[in-house]
């Protein structure tokens, strides 16, 4: 059974495993993962806990497209540093830390991240380094790294594949290195703005996820909300989520180990029923 050591707590693959979101940014996309002060984050990641969350995902940058993205190192630090803190303190589950940035890599890991999530794969200065400085499990996403200008529409031959390749690549990378290939979480990056992709390939793309599993790593899958849903639905975000419990359930079918979800509890039951179809 593969195993994540995540700085003392374990994680085990023999079943789905859901990661809560826990945005600490005040522009996040969806009102309903917007929170203020600790107290607040901490009320919220223990009804995560409860609902059966495996994994808590902290981050202090919005990826939003276009959105106050350009928040500043000190602001991240001070903003997540004291959450992953808590966090790590009151829970049994693993804090992850999203975040691109090697100062904050490095000082969340000194205060108990036990996993980094990063949008841009290591592709920051210095990020590869201050990774390889952890023991940390790292969740390689596919993205543009660079904020696209307006207008830009991305095009893929084969998605899969061409998403595929971009993480080996960065698995070779982290290799190189010294990060050991087991440490290594993959995430094909489901959504538009920097994150690359038009509804019509996320859709693509979470069909071909066999193909991105092929490569043998743990795959987490971030869908929850997603544009690409809106597109499909004609919804606000605030009305997705039996579509994005639908999705994760097909995510899950294919085999992704992770399932990154605003909405826990749902999730939880949604999974548990592919686990037992699986085991039966
Ligand atoms: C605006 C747009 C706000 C997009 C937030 C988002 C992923 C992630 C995010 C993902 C991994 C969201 C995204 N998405 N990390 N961070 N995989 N590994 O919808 O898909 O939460 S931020």
Known sequence: MKKLNCAGKTLTFDRTLVMGILNITPDSFYEGSRY???????????????????????????????ANGAVTCEQELERVIPVVEALNKNFDQVVSLDTSSALIIKEGSQAGAGMINDVRALMRPGALEAAAATDLPIVLMHSLVDQPEPGFVPHYDDVAGEVGEYLLGRVK??????????????????????????????LQLLKGLDRVLRQGFPVLAGMSRKSFIGAVLDKPAQERLSASLAVAVMAAQTGAQIIRVHDVAETVDAVRMVDAVKAA
């Open 36 to 66: 203020q002060n600790l107290d607040q984050v901490l009320k919220v990641a223990d009804q995560m806990v409860r609902d059966g969350a495996d994994i808590l995902d902290v981050g202090g940058e919005s990826t939003r497209p276009g």
């Open 173 to 202: 990378a982290c290799e190189e290195a010294g990060i050991s290939k087991d440490r290594l979480v993959l995430d094909p990056g489901f959504g538009g703005g920097m994150f690359g992709k038009t509804p019509a390939y996320d």
